[in-house]
């Protein structure tokens, strides 16, 4: 058994700087392409080099921009610098509002159900014991089905970076659990990832 970790200092490596924003996210696109500067949705890049790259199982590292209609293509391979995430309402109102771990373990849990279903997946939250878990980290095991890189897809987002590098947060996420619904950032600073 291998164990994978993501922390919040590897978002800021290329092989994960297209994962920090999840396909369908609306960006304002700022890169050389001036005639199409404006709002787009993103995509991770399906040009030629970047699927290969895929298919051998690296994260895709660039985007493709496709129309907020979700029909008319933009740009492709696209950096991660050219693009910013575009707030919404709820977001905005929702600024320097955290969300427990237990909470983000739990939304967590209800990703990767939807992401990969019939694939049984344990999710746990650290805390501080002989282990030397933190409290503000998430283990994620299962056993066969996706690979590590298919689950960092959807783990990633949480530890995710908008904006510039000076302004790092995670993607605010909303759940309702317990009859309560939690809106903000997630405090997760590392999620373990292990296939066994």
């Given at each position: ?6 922390t ?38 399906a040009?030629?080099r ?8 690296y994260p ?8 907020p209609?979700g029909?008319?293509p ?5 950096r991660?610098t050219s ?17 427990s771990?237990?909470?983000t ?8 159900r939807a992401a ?6 344990s ?5 501080r014991?002989?282990?030397?878990l ?7 095991t ?8 298919a689950?960092a897809?959807?783990t990633?987002?949480?530890l ?9 947060r995670?993607r ?7 009859g ?9 600073y ?7």
């Amino acid at each position: 058994m291998n164990d994978t970790v993501i922390t919040v200092a590897d978002i800021t490596a290329p092989a994960y700087r297209a994962l920090r924003l999840p396909p369908g996210t609306v960006v304002d696109y700022r890169g050389s392409v001036t005639g199409a500067h404006g709002t787009w949705t993103v995509q991770p890049c399906a040009c030629k080099r970047c699927l290969a790259g895929v298919l051998l199982g690296y994260p895709a590292t660039r985007y493709q921009l496709i129309g907020p209609d979700g029909r008319a293509p933009g740009p492709r391979h696209v950096r991660h610098t050219s693009v910013v995430p575009v707030l919404s309402k709820e977001e905005r109102n929702y600024a320097g509002v955290h969300v427990s771990t237990r909470v983000t373990a739990v939304h967590l849990r209800r990703m990767l159900r939807a992401a990969f279903p019939g694939v049984k997946f344990s999710v746990r939250c650290g805390r501080r014991d002989a282990k030397g878990l933190a409290p503000f980290e998430i283990t994620v095991t299962w056993t066969e089905g996706p690979t590590r890189t298919a689950v960092a897809t959807v783990t990633a987002p949480l530890l995710a970076t908008y904006g510039t590098a000076e302004e790092r947060r995670a993607r605010r996420i909303s759940v309702t659990t317990g009859g309560r619904t939690h809106h903000g950032e997630p405090t997760v600073y590392a999620i373990h990832l292990r296939r066994h």
